[in-house]
């Protein structure tokens, strides 16, 4: 499995922006595809937007598209949320995830990660 950390959640206001990171190490970062998950309090994880391993293909929840942008750098092994228009909604707490794939199909569940990061909290503020 390889390791992940979370980085850059914090406490903006509704309409602002925050960029999250996930720095990724133990394993080859551009064999994994990744995904991003949120978990409001009291509920179950959801997905957000998740990343094909060579960044060709990209997929988003339909809460965040149009808002959300998913990046990769795979020579710096990290995954970025790129996190506009924030809404009061859109508070939760958000965990990368990653798991050995393909290029031709880019995992959207929970349960097809396995590996995961301790989260970082978002907070917006109306």
């Known amino acids: 499995q390889v390791q992940l950390v979370e980085s850059g959640g914090g406490l903006v206001q509704v309409g602002g922006s925050l960029r999250l990171s996930c720095a990724a190490s133990?394993?080859?970062?551009?064999?994994?595809?990744m995904g991003w998950f949120r978990q409001h309090p009291g509920k179950q994880r959801e997905f957000v937007a998740a990343?094909?391993?060579?960044?060709?293909?990209?997929y988003y929840a339909d809460s965040v598209k149009g808002r959300f942008t998913v990046s990769r750098d795979n020579a710096k092994n990290t995954v970025y949320l790129q996190m506009n228009s924030l809404k009061p909604e859109d508070t939760a707490v958000y965990y990368c995830a990653a798991v050995a794939g393909s290029y031709y199909y880019t995992q959207t569940r929970t349960y097809e990660y396995d590996s995961w990061g301790q989260g970082t909290q978002v907070a917006v503020s109306s």
């Open positions: 990343i094909n391993r060579n960044g060709g293909t990209t």
């Open positions: 133990g394993r080859t970062f551009s064999d994994y595809n």
